[in-house]
């Protein structure tokens, strides 16, 4: 078995190469070079630029404590880079393992995240049944049970359509929920179906992929096993773990992109969609996604000329990333785990701000804090 002082490390990279394969392997459905590459660990980072609240979501007394613990760490951790097969392994199996131990739980959250990790479809379903039946007006595992049921390799016994109807009643206002219709029902060949769908995603409330809620659970449910490893690599493996439950927007690309070239009516369905993404959605493969849709269903209506703006604000947030210190991002990450108040703080900054606006704020922090204490600085 891997070492525990391993796995953080193997988490982040897991995370950062399963988005990476997600994403560079859509562009032939999405015609989308627009997709960035999320950083790692969150595998998703957030929306429309906007500014931190002014108030501190990170208490400097916690902040400065992590980082005196991450820095300390630095060096150790830093020469972990490298995977190996067995590592991977390691990591897959630490899934399975989870999953077997909290499929026998009363628990509904339990049993949804051993559903999530399970890797045999027919027991995936169901545990689902089983969550459902236990907490059946819960969103976010009515969504989790909708899209695992869209996979084409989950058992034909899946009851996808009861699960839709449910999900519409209890998740009405949620974009990603309609588009996760439209997706299925495009694949169906029920093509008026699917447009109606559309129309409802893009006049939708909300934008949730339910992602922040995904890594508290799995952290949380690491710990209900009694996981023998301590809190900062439990929180490093809940976003790894995370990072292979995202939506399959190669779907919803697919069909915008088809449609699109036929219909204008598509065009301006999959138009909207793509504008509410971009202002709502919290991780940044939404925006992406959001500002991809932009782009194609305006090429599709010949508006050259607005298309090119999605491009120049793609390419901007392109830029910033290249431009970005990697030492800070590193130290940043390493901080978002470093201890609970952390990562609660930022995954509540995450959902009320976004994550870019949530890693912004630490940042932001960290600066104020090294003004007053420099000595609190890592060592190069």
Same mark, same amino acid.
């Given at each position: 078995m891997t070492s525990a002082r391993r796995l953080p490390v193997i988490v982040v990279s897991i995370a950062?190469? /399963? &988005?990476?394969?997600?994403?560079?392997?859509q562009r032939d459905e999405t015609d989308d070079s627009e997709v960035d590459a999320p950083t790692p660990i969150?595998?998703?980072?957030?929306?429309?630029?906007?500014?931190?609240s002014t108030h501190t979501e990170?208490?400097?007394d916690e902040l400065r404590s992590a980082l005196t613990d991450v820095c300390s760490n630095t060096a150790t951790d830093s020469a972990d880079k490298e995977l190996t097969q067995e590592e991977i392994d390691a990591f897959n199996q630490l899934g399975l393992d989870l999953s077997d131990s909290l499929a026998v739980s009363a628990s509904a959250e339990h049993i949804h995240l051993a559903a999530?990790?399970?890797n045999d479809s027919d027991t995936r379903v169901?545990?689902?049944?089983?969550?459902?039946?236990?907490?059946?007006?819960?969103?976010? /595992? &009515?969504?989790?049970a909708v899209r695992i049921c869209s996979d084409s390799a989950v058992s034909v016994d899946c009851p996808l359509g009861d699960w839709e109807q449910r999900l519409?009643?209890?998740?009405s206002q949620n974009s990603e929920s309609w588009m996760r219709i439209a997706a299925n029902r495009y694949a169906a060949g029920e093509t008026d179906a699917a447009l109606e769908a559309v129309r409802h995603a893009a006049t939708a409330a909300e934008t949730r992929i339910y992602w922040t809620e995904t890594v508290e659970m799995i952290e949380r449910g690491l710990a209900a096993a009694g996981s023998e490893y301590p809190f900062p690599e439990r929180a490093g493996m809940a976003f790894g773990f995370a990072a292979m439950m995202l939506p399959v927007y190669g779907d919803y690309t697919r069909m915008c992109v088809e449609q699109s070239s036929q219909s204008a009516e598509w065009a301006y369905a999959c138009l909207a969609y793509g504008e509410l993404a971009e202002n709502q959605s919290k991780t940044e493969i939404g925006v992406s996604i959001g500002r991809s849709m932009q782009k194609l269903a305006l090429e599709a209506l010949g508006e050259m000329e607005k298309a090119a703006d999605v491009e120049r604000r793609l390419q901007r947030r392109r830029q910033e990333r290249l431009n970005a210190d990697i030492e800070h991002i590193v130290l940043t990450e390493r901080l978002m785990v470093s201890n609970p108040t952390m990562f609660t703080a930022f995954l509540a900054a995450t959902r009320s701000v976004g994550e870019v606006a949530a890693r912004r704020k630490i940042v932001a922090e960290i600066d104020r804090l090294l003004e007053q204490q420099p000595e609190l600085a890592c060592e190069p």
């Open positions: 950062a190469l /399963i &988005v990476l394969a997600y994403v560079f392997g969150s595998a998703a980072v957030p929306v429309a630029e906007a500014t931190a990170f208490p400097t999530l990790l399970a169901e545990l689902l049944e089983r969550a459902i039946s236990n907490s059946p007006s819960d969103p976010f /595992i &009515v969504w989790s519409t009643d209890v998740d």
